[in-house]
C-alpha cells in the first residue's frame, strides 16, 4: 500500500479513536441518569377490573409518568453537561493540534480530525439538551473552528522555502 494511503488512513483512524476515546471518557467519569423501569404491576390483564384496580393502575401510572418525566429533566441537564466537556475537549485538542503540526503533519492532521469528530459529538449533544441556546453556542463555536481551521490549513501563506528560480535566470535585483 502507498504510503500517502496509509497516512490518510492513519490520520482519520487516529481521529475517530481520539473521539471515541473522549466519548467513551465522558460516560465513564460521568454516568448517566438512570431510565425508571415500568412497573410490573401496571401490566393489566383482566378484562373487567374493578373500580379498585383501576384506581391502584391510575396511580401507578401516575408515579410512572412523573419518574420519567424526572428521568427527562435529568437527562436534559446531563446532555447540556456533556456537551460543555465534549466541546471544551474540542478546542483543547484543537489547541493540541495546532502546536504538534510543525513536528509532525500526520500526527496534527489526526488530532485535528479528533477535535472536528468531537465537535460533532458536541453539537448531537446539545441538541439532545433541548436548549437551543446552547446548541446555538455550540454550534456558533464550531463554525468559529471550522472557519479558524480552514483558514490555517487551506489559506494561510505558508513560510516560503529558498527554491531557485525556473528558468535558471539571476535574481532581478543582483548586481
Known amino acids: 500500500m502507498d504510503n500517502k494511503v496509509l497516512k ?3 490520520t482519520v483512524f487516529l481521529g475517530v479513536i481520539i473521539a471515541l476515546f473522549v466519548g ?8 448517566p441518569p438512570e431510565v ?4 410490573v404491576e401496571m401490566i393489566f390483564e383482566k378484562t373487567n377490573p374493578t373500580d379498585e384496580e383501576l384506581a391502584k393502575q391510575r396511580e401507578l401510572q401516575m408515579k410512572q409518568e412523573a419518574a420519567f418525566r424526572e428521568y427527562e429533566e435529568a437527562s436534559e441537564i446531563y ?3 456533556v456537551t460543555v466537556a465534549a466541546l471544551i475537549s474540542s478546542v483543547v485538542l484543537l489547541g493540541l493540534s495546532l502546536v504538534v503540526e ?3 503533519r500526520v500526527l496534527a492532521n489526526g488530532v485535528m480530525f479528533g477535535s472536528l ?3 460533532i459529538y458536541s453539537i448531537t449533544r446539545s441538541f439532545m439538551s433541548g436548549n437551543t441556546t446552547l446548541s446555538f ?4 463555536v464550531g463554525l468559529a473552528i471550522v472557519l ?6 487551506f489559506f494561510q501563506p505558508r513560510e516560503k522555502q529558498d527554491t531557485p528560480p525556473l528558468n535558471g535566470d539571476a535574481p532581478a535585483n543582483a548586481g
Open 36 to 39: 425508571p423501569e415500568y412497573p
Open 79 to 81: 446532555n447540556g453537561n
Open 137 to 140: 453556542i455550540v454550534v456558533t
Open 117 to 119: 469528530f468531537t465537535l
Open 24 to 31: 467513551l471518557g465522558i460516560r465513564t467519569f460521568y454516568a
Open 8 to 10: 490518510a488512513v492513519y
Open 148 to 153: 479558524f481551521l480552514g483558514y490555517k490549513r
Open 102 to 104: 510543525r513536528r509532525n
